[in-house]
């Protein structure tokens, strides 16, 4: 019997075996992950200088929150995997930097150093941490290619509990909202349903296809330039003001005419 034969019927053969191509396995998935995270960069931000700039930024203004390395700490969560969506939907819409950390972010203003170049090298550096989500295309967002009636009926059924059919938001639990969707941009609508900031689920390509995310665009963008035929239209934040509106006036006025026929009859009298 050869020293080789001999090897191979060893009783530890298959482990070694089973070790060595666990190894090259991980050795490959290392090496072709590190090689794609440069290709998301470019995808995200368009430039690979981004990436530096975007690091530079987030050092100055997010790291006391999220950790130098996005790596998270007890004030802000990790960014590692977060994707280029996630972190330009928060910056454009002014709720990071987070001014004072609560249950959630509120939209406003944006930090005065956030323009659409350091939002984008911003959103190119945290993309090649991890890969992720990223920012769609103008043709992904332009809801003039959608179905406003199609992007309705899948609003209904996904949305509406928490944004009413209007998407003028409401109230959540523990301190937590749903948003009004008013002021949101097309691009901000998307990144939203991929990312699912804040109390939001995440709605991915296999949940809502992008096209029907375009036609959920289309229905939004729509009913906010729509004018309420009835006159005030309340917020559009339904029955519930509607009714409270309608039992304040119905009562008033109720109040009001009884006293006016009780003043009217003691004046007969």
Not at 97 to 108: D, L, T, W, Y
Not at 124 to 147: F, I, R
Not at 154 to 181: D, E, M, V
Request: aromatic fraction near 6%.
């Amino acid at each position: 019997m050869t020293r080789t034969t001999a090897w191979r019927r060893h009783p530890l053969a298959r482990y070694a075996v089973l070790v060595l191509a666990l190894a090259l396995i991980g050795v490959a998935y290392a090496t072709l992950v590190q090689a794609s995270r440069p290709a998301d960069a470019a995808l995200a931000s368009g430039k690979l200088d981004d990436v530096a700039q975007g690091k530079s930024l987030f050092q100055a203004h997010c790291s006391s929150c999220h950790g130098l390395n996005a790596e998270g700490t007890s004030t802000g969560p990790t960014l590692v995997g977060v994707g280029a969506a996630a972190v330009d939907f928060q910056v454009s819409s002014g709720r990071m930097p987070a001014a004072n950390p609560g249950a959630q972010a509120p939209r406003k203003p944006a930090a005065p150093w956030v323009n659409e170049e350091t939002t984008r090298q911003l959103a190119a550096y945290v993309q090649s941490l991890g890969g992720g989500p990223t920012v769609p295309t103008k043709e992904q967002v332009d809801g003039s290619l959608g179905n406003a009636a199609k992007g309705g009926e899948l609003f209904r059924a996904n949305c509406i509990q928490c944004h009413n059919w209007g998407g003028a938001g409401g109230a959540l639990t523990r301190g937590k909202y749903a948003p009004s969707l008013n002021q949101s941009s097309p691009t901000q609508i998307y990144e939203a349903m991929v990312t699912g900031p804040q109390a939001m689920p995440v709605f991915n390509d296999t949940t809502i296809t992008p096209q029907e995310k375009r036609d959920m665009i289309a229905y939004i963008t729509e009913v906010r330039s729509m004018r309420d035929p009835g006159g005030f239209g309340l917020g559009r934040i339904g029955p519930v003001t509607e009714g409270l509106v309608a039992w304040v006036v119905g009562i008033s006025f109720m109040a009001l005419a009884a006293i006016w026929i009780t003043a009217k009859k003691r004046k007969k009298s």
